[in-house]
């Protein structure tokens, strides 16, 4: 009988940060299967080791098949998967958080429960849009009017550098093919700087759903997220692709995208930029960060007591 089930959880220690991790794994035509900490990709060409703690998004597409135990260590390890078809890319799965901590979480769900926090940080997101800028005196409407004028002109600006003709942004839902090649592009872009960022936020234990200029979408805080790179990252990389032709468009924006990650860094400026929105401070490291890994009860004083014990009728504090 195998043992492989019967492994302890890694320790947060153990597991890589996620500003350490290769942003995304693209596998097609394989089965993917585990070996130990590892998964294996299976094709007509062998087998490929891959260390699955070292994985931020893996990316799966067209006639890949995955087994149950491959999606249990990529989940213990806080990977993200992500089937990729033909029409673009789709988060369909989520590992667990990389933290054990619940630190993250609770400054998260705070700013957002308050509307003068959530407003703050919607305005600290433009901020970081707009560094010459102060977006404080500025309403919601006529910051989104702002974002919608800067995605117009990088639109222009990437045409006019690239050479490819670009007339509007066109997305057409459950019909990747109908959109020009630069519009195809951007799609394909948009959609696997969704799937990076919901990898991220769900590694660093934050809530998908609770979105500061999004709303409404269990994944509205990803899209905050994503859309902070989208000019110099995602645009740039589908006009990339783009001006090499109409053919096999996604695969070369795919291509272009992840070179500019690892180029720029995304992941570690991701999580730096989550955690400063956010007002979280940085844990603590040694010893005092592995006692994180631990569950506390909280008291009417707004104290919080180690769990795992029980209190009977003596004194709590």
């Not at 990389?98 to 407003?119: F, M, V």
């Not at 066109?170 to 990898?199: L, R």
């Not at 990803?222 to 902070?228: G, K, P, T, W």
Request: aromatic share 6%; proline share 4%.
């Amino acid at each position: 009988m195998s043992t492989v089930s019967r492994r302890a959880a890694s320790t947060p220690r153990e597991l890589h940060r996620v500003g350490d991790r290769l942003s995304f794994v693209y596998l097609e035509r394989c089965t993917v299967h585990r070996d130990d900490n590892a998964i294996t990709a299976t094709d007509t060409e062998g087998i490929t080791h891959i260390p699955a703690a070292t994985i931020g998004t893996l990316l799966l597409g067209p006639g890949t098949r995955v087994t149950h135990q491959a999606m249990s260590v990529l989940g213990e390890c806080g990977a993200g998967v992500v089937w990729v078809g033909e029409h673009g890319v789709r988060y369909y799965a989520g590992g667990r958080a990389l933290t054990r901590s619940s630190a993250l979480a609770e400054a998260h769900a705070t700013a957002w429960a308050n509307r003068r926090t959530r407003l703050e940080v919607a305005r600290d997101m433009y901020r970081l849009r707009f560094p010459d800028e102060d977006p404080g005196g500025h309403s919601r409407d006529e910051l989104l009017r702002m974002e919608g004028r800067r995605l117009k002109e990088c639109y222009r600006r990437e045409s006019a550098r690239t050479g490819v003709p670009w007339r509007r942004r066109e997305y057409h839902h459950g019909d990747f093919s109908a959109g020009d090649a630069p519009n195809q592009g951007v799609t394909a872009a948009a959609q696997c700087m969704y799937g990076i960022a919901h990898a991220v936020v769900t590694a660093l234990g934050c809530s998908p759903a609770l979105g500061f200029v999004h709303s409404g979408h269990e994944r509205s805080f990803v899209l905050d997220i994503a859309d902070l790179y989208k000019t110099d990252i995602a645009i740039p990389a589908a006009f990339d692709a783009a001006a090499h032709g109409p053919d096999d468009v996604a695969t070369r924006t795919r291509r272009a995208l992840r070179d500019r990650i690892n180029e720029t860094a995304l992941l570690d400026r991701c999580v730096r930029d989550i955690k400063q929105l956010l007002r979280h401070d940085e844990p603590q490291t040694g010893e005092a960060a592995e006692a994180q890994d631990r569950v506390t009860l909280q008291t009417d004083g707004g104290l919080h007591l180690e769990g795992g014990r029980n209190y009977g009728e003596e004194p709590i504090w």
